[in-house]
Structure formats: structure tokens, C-alpha cells
Nanobody, 125 residues
Framework: QVQLVESGGGLVQAGGSLRLSCAAS????????MGWFRQAPGKEREFVAA????????YYADSVKGRFTISRDNAKNTVYLQMNSLKPEDTAVYYC??????????????????WGQGTQVTVSS
């Protein structure tokens, strides 16, 4: 059974940093693109960042570019999201996602086959 488990969320003041982790189990995702999405109350789930299987390609939403960094450790089957200079508008539940059979990045939630349960990030002003 495939599982993606996020961790690292919490409460932080504006301007602070958090590092999210997503540990995969049940299969290896070293050959698959993975991504981070977020969903704030009353809003649709939105793309945050994605990384190709080799980590040679990354892509970010304009709202987080220059502040967030996605990375992966294929040996640990884990993807990370380093979030710096956090803003109150970054408050959301953050989800890790993986594509089942494709290596290329996508920004569309429907392109991802596996999802974690989410971790809450709250940024106070």
C-alpha cells in the first residue's frame, strides 16, 4: 500500500521558516515527479512546487518563487519543501503528491495519483 506522510507543519510568525517533509512508502518514487500543493479554507487546492524524478527540474508557483525550495532525496524516498519568509497568506494545509508512472512535472492536481493526508501550516502576522 502506497503512503505519503507529511510532517513539519506548525505555527510560525510572519517572516519565519518551516521545512516540510514527505516520506513515501509502499513503492519507490525515484523515477516519478512529485509535488506540493496547498489548500486554504474556502479555497481550491493550488499548486505550490514540483520536482522531476532526477531533481534536474523544479517549478514553482509565482506566489512562492524565491521563498520556497523543493528538493528530494531518492535514497530516502523523501521530498522536502523549505519555506522561508513566510507570509500569513501562506497559511493552508499542505499536501504532498506523487505521479504514478510519469517523470515530468505537472501543476495540475489531477495529474497526481498519490496524496498525503496533509500538514497544517499557520503563519501569524
Amino acid at each position: 500500500q502506497v503512503q505519503l506522510v507529511e510532517s513539519g507543519g506548525g505555527l510560525v510568525q510572519a517572516g519565519g521558516s518551516l521545512r516540510l517533509s514527505c516520506a513515501a512508502s509502499g513503492r519507490t518514487f525515484s523515477s516519478n515527479a512529485m509535488g506540493w500543493f496547498r489548500q486554504a479554507p474556502g479555497k481550491e487546492r493550488e499548486f505550490v512546487a514540483a520536482i522531476s524524478w532526477s531533481a534536474g527540474s523544479t517549478y514553482y508557483a509565482d506566489s512562492v518563487k524565491g521563498r520556497f525550495t523543493i528538493s528530494r532525496d531518492n535514497a530516502k524516498n523523501t521530498v522536502y519543501l523549505q519555506m522561508n519568509s513566510l507570509k500569513p497568506e501562506d497559511t493552508a494545509v499542505y499536501y504532498c503528491a506523487a505521479r504514478a508512472n510519469l517523470m515530468v512535472i505537472s501543476t495540475a492536481p489531477v495529474a497526481y495519483d498519490y496524496w498525503g493526508q496533509g500538514t497544517q501550516v499557520t503563519v501569524s502576522s
